[in-house]
């Protein structure tokens, strides 16, 4: 048995891999499993890689706009 370290929720499940990303099932917070035996916890780091990703595509569109309107003189 082990505990989410965001709400301390028991989460009993068992995991094989180290860095396996799981979701909390009280508070729905991603973890990354850092230790087996015993299963130990930390929150995951994916939602700054997410965040990252989407100021990129809106990057991106922003300058397929400026090329539409040159193309239209
Ligand atoms: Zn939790």
Do not use: N, T
């Amino acid at each position: 048995m082990s505990y989410c370290p965001e709400c301390e929720a028991a989460i009993d499940e068992e995991f094989e891999d180290l860095g396996e990303i799981v979701s909390c099932p009280e508070c729905g917070v991603e973890l990354e499993v850092i230790s087996i035996d015993p299963v130990e916890f930390d929150l995951a780091p994916i939602d700054d890689e997410d965040s990252e990703d989407e100021d990129w595509d809106e990057d991106e569109e922003s300058h397929d706009e400026e090329y539409d309107k040159e193309d239209d003189y």
